[in-house]
């Protein structure tokens, strides 16, 4: 009897501790204006995680032995290590994904230029997903960014009369390396 009133006390914490969970990340996303499916992304990875923590705590709960817990988990992780093993990058463009989300000092709508040895990417961020930053180019080119890469690179953030400026330069003469609709919403009205 004892157990099944732990058990629901667990639940009653858990769905408390998902809302405020949850509210507090809306709250933060909202704050730094990121993107709705953003939010949703980072909440359902966050869910996921407490979810795993508090079925583990009712087994616990419920009597099931701390070694016969750890053997299922190791084995869990087990297979899901040999799986993203196989699939490193994708692991590595998650965990920056997370990164992205409560630290990156860039949010959708910046004008930014990631330093690269071959080439450079200059542009305006337009998305920001769970494996890529994507970053429209002067000349409508769109660039997929890996999540992992673009935490590794330096990266500078124009403000708009910045950005314009930069436009402008490699527009070349007369813009002809940008369509007219890319050119009309990159640059600011008072130009």
């Known amino acids: ?50 979810t795993a923590l508090f079925i583990m705590l009712a087994c616990i709960v419920m009597g099931v032995g701390y070694g016969q817990l750890a053997v299922f988990f190791s084995s869990v992780f087990a297979v899901v290590g040999v799986a993203l093993f196989a699939q490193w990058s994708i692991l590595s463009n998650i965990t920056a994904s997370l990164i992205i989300f409560f630290a990156f000092p860039y949010r959708v709508g910046d004008w930014i230029r990631v330093a690269e040895k071959d080439e450079e990417v200059l542009g305006q961020i337009i998305d920001i997903s769970s494996f890529h930053v994507i970053i429209r ?47 009309d919403k990159s640059l600011p009205k008072t130009l």
């Open 137 to 183: 180019r002067f000349s409508g080119d769109i660039v997929t960014y890996p999540n992992s890469l673009i935490l590794q690179k330096p990266v500078v953030r124009f403000d708009n009369e910045a950005a314009a400026r930069a436009m402008k330069e490699s527009m070349g003469e007369g813009g002809k390396n940008v369509s007219p609709t890319v050119a």
């Open 1 to 50: 009897m004892v157990q099944i009133g732990l058990v629901v006390l667990l639940i009653i914490g858990y769905i408390v501790i998902n809302r405020i969970m949850k509210s507090s990340v809306e709250l933060l996303g909202h704050k730094n204006g990121t993107s709705e499916v953003r939010l949703r992304y980072v909440t359902k990875m966050m869910q996921l995680s407490l």
